[in-house]
């Protein structure tokens, strides 16, 4: 399917393209995650009660709702991740939306979701606590953090949820491609040994409204390669989802919406 020319609404400027960041978020202040934080804040029960009506009976709705009648999505090989049986699994996708990157990993079966996130996330005054409720688990800043970090995500994989994680790190609003990234984020998947999904969010033209429709196009499963060492495994796995992901936008996203252009040196 080839790329149709049409004149994109938007133009942005980037200088970096690893690095610069065109999300809403990117002007707050990282918070320090410490050994203080509570990433274990759903094993009290009145607490876990209240997130999962949030989740289940408010959030998945109206996410459902939302991408429904503003974006008109389509999911395409959306079986896969029901084949997956009952373990958790790790969900890498491009970063290009706000809420539909938020959210839409929860409508793909019917366990949690959660999602890796930098410490501003959390840090949104007034919502802190409801963000995390909703499944947003912040990277640790410090050693004993860090280790409070990697337990909750086993506890989330033995409860057979998913973790989405966006490896290009920065929102890029409606870039129909796929940025560089690092294999940083893939050692959780390797040491684990828990099956890997790619999600690309791809835009397509519409014929009766300005703003695209997406695609989400789900391929996978992935699994680590153990007959390597940890550092090519850990490699093999994020070029198969990075190949994966550039395979799915090259076919499937089909519309510039935004036009994205290096600023000259």
Not at 28 to 40: C, G, M, P, T
Request: net charge positive; hydrophobic share 35%.
């Amino acid at each position: 399917m080839s790329k149709k020319k049409t004149a994109p609404i938007k133009t942005i400027y980037y200088s970096d393209l690893l690095n610069d960041d065109f999300s809403r978020t990117n002007n707050l202040d990282e918070k320090k995650i410490d050994e203080r934080y509570n990433y274990f804040r759903l094993n009290n029960i009145f607490v876990r009660l209240w997130a999962n009506f949030l989740y289940y009976i408010i959030a998945k709705p109206l996410v459902w709702l939302v991408l429904k009648l503003y974006f008109r999505y389509k999911v395409v090989n959306k079986k896969l991740i029901k084949r997956r049986g009952k373990h958790g699994c790790f969900i890498y996708g491009n970063h290009t939306n706000y809420l539909p990157d938020a959210a839409f990993s929860s409508m793909l079966h019917a366990k949690r979701n959660y999602v890796i996130v930098g410490s501003q996330t959390v840090n949104i005054r007034g919502i802190g606590k409801l963000v995390q409720d909703l499944g947003a688990i912040p990277l640790g800043s410090t050693v004993e953090a860090k280790k409070n970090f990697l337990d909750c995500i086993h506890r989330k994989l033995k409860e057979n949820a998913s973790i989405t994680i966006y490896p290009e790190a920065h929102i890029w609003p409606y870039y129909n491609g796929v940025r560089p990234f690092n294999k940083a984020s893939f050692n959780y998947p390797y040491d684990l040994e828990i099956p890997v999904y790619s999600l690309a969010t791809c835009y397509q033209k519409r014929k009766h409204a300005l703003r695209p429709r997406i695609i989400f196009v789900l391929n996978g499963p992935f699994y680590a390669d153990k007959t390597l060492d940890r550092g090519e495994g850990i490699q093999k796995l994020r070029d198969q989802v990075y190949d994966s992901l550039v395979y799915a936008t090259n076919k499937y996203s089909t519309y510039e919406y935004y036009h994205y252009e290096k600023k000259a040196d």
